[in-house]
């Protein structure tokens, strides 16, 4: 929070001493420049999570949590019929959200992959969020930062050692 100290008018409606302090907003641009992780979570129609997943899994990015959600955006609720009377039975449409922790070099070509393959221009597509996350452990080692959030024996690992063969 930013203090700004503003004159304050005394009782004759002249400008004078004490100053007012008011809380502003500080709107930072860019990432958080503390965090090397990220967390993406993305809010997108069930029936493409397949292509989502597919993209994220030709980019070596695994470590993927898929949870079914209902909500309501821009689009509102749905609306069903039913014997020649329409109503609404419930306001929340069904999504899934897609959470991924990743590292800070890797947020701008994951959220890119995830707008290709979620897109289809209508409303209701979904929203990404980017969340600074302080720290990864693995559990089963203890493991912290880079170590715990890199998953071996994935894409990355399978094409070194075939690049290390040739």
Not at 41 to 63: D, F, N, Q, T, Y
Request: a neutral charge; glycine letters at 12%.
């Amino acid at each position: 929070m930013t203090l700004f100290f503003l004159p304050c008018p005394n009782r004759a409606g002249l400008v004078g001493f004490p100053l007012i302090a008011l809380p502003r907003p500080v709107v930072l641009s860019g990432y958080s420049p503390e965090s090397e992780f990220y967390k993406i979570e993305a809010i997108i129609r069930p029936w493409r999570v397949s292509h989502v997943s597919s993209g994220l899994l030709e980019m070596g990015i695994r470590g993927v949590t898929v949870s079914d959600v209902r909500g309501f955006g821009a689009q509102g609720g749905s609306t069903e019929r039913h014997g020649g009377s329409e109503f609404s039975e419930d306001t929340f449409i069904a999504k899934v959200k897609i959470e991924i922790v990743i590292c800070k070099e890797q947020v701008e070509a994951v959220i890119d992959k995830i707008i290709e393959k979620a897109r289809t221009g209508e409303i209701g597509d979904g929203k990404i969020f980017l969340i600074p996350v302080s720290d990864v452990v693995r559990i089963r080692t203890g493991e912290r930062g880079k170590e715990a959030e890199r998953m071996t024996g994935g894409l990355s690992d399978r094409l070194s050692s075939v690049v290390s063969i040739l």
